[in-house]
């Protein structure tokens, strides 16, 4: 069975910093690109950014509005995700939500974690 | 970036009725295209993928056309499980843009 366990949210200030992890099992996490989205509360779904996998040489895409702030990486030897999240802003405010790109399925996403709640308040 | 409009932003059906959402893109996408299904408080579930393949188990009143630019998801003799939040979402180019969501209600 698939799971994807994100942490590390919370409540941070405005310009602080947070790293979220999403720990994944029960796939070839290697084999995978994956992906962050964002929803802030009450929102819509919003695509936050991706991570290749090693054959593509683990290159990443970004939103325009977390790019220079976030950086997306990840672990293959311990199958985890990471969301380092700089110079956050309140706008930032969100469920965080790792999401398994299954390109089998057109790379659309076969699996999401529960999400981490980050709040950017003062 | 690719925008992708949804419509309508809500509905109100009722149990039985059959609905139609459309997610219109900015520009042409193939069939670039997903439809994913959100409950309060629970993570996306996907429902369609490549705009007209049904995920397993998921079932078979739900149903994706269209290639391009207008795509639409329809369910058919909609069920009390159904009323939830769906949104399409286009991966044909990046940023990877979502629909606005629709809310079905029940009428």
């Known amino acids: 069975e698939v799971q994807l366990v994100e942490a590390g949210g919370g409540l941070v200030q405005p310009g602080g910093s947070l790293r979220l992890s999403c720990a994944a099992s029960?796939?070839?996490?290697?084999?995978?690109?994956m992906d962050w989205v964002r929803q802030a509360p009450g929102k819509g779904l919003e695509w936050v950014g991706r991570?290749?996998?090693?054959?593509?040489?683990?290159?990443?895409e970004y939103a325009a509005s977390v790019k220079g702030r976030f950086t997306i990486s990840r672990d293959d030897s311990k199958n985890s995700l990471y969301l380092q999240m700089n110079s956050l802003e309140t706008e930032d405010t969100a469920v965080f939500y790792c999401?398994?790109?299954?390109?089998?399925?057109?790379?659309?996403?076969?699996?999401w974690g529960q999400g981490t709640l980050v709040t950017v308040s003062s | 970036d690719i925008q992708m409009t949804q419509s309508p932003s809500s509905l109100s059906a009722s149990v039985g009725d059959r609905v139609t959402i459309t997610c219109r893109a900015s520009?042409?996408?193939?069939?670039?295209l997903g439809w994913y299904q959100q409950k309060p408080g629970k993570a996306p579930k996907r429902l369609i993928y490549?705009?007209?393949s049904l995920q397993s188990g998921v079932p078979s009143r739900f149903s994706g056309s269209g290639s391009g630019t207008e795509f639409t998801l329809t369910i058919n003799s909609l069920q009390p499980e159904d009323f939830a939040t769906y949104y399409c979402?286009?991966?044909?180019?990046?940023?990877?843009?979502f629909g606005q969501g629709t809310k079905l209600v029940i009428k």
């Open positions: 999401a398994r790109v299954e390109s089998t399925r057109g790379y659309t996403y076969g699996d």
């Open positions: 029960g796939f070839t996490f290697s084999d995978h690109y």
């Open positions: 979402l286009q991966h044909n180019s990046y940023p990877l843009t």
């Open positions: 520009q042409g996408i193939r069939n670039d």
């Open positions: 991570i290749r996998n090693k054959a593509n040489r683990y290159t990443t």
């Open positions: 490549a705009a007209s």
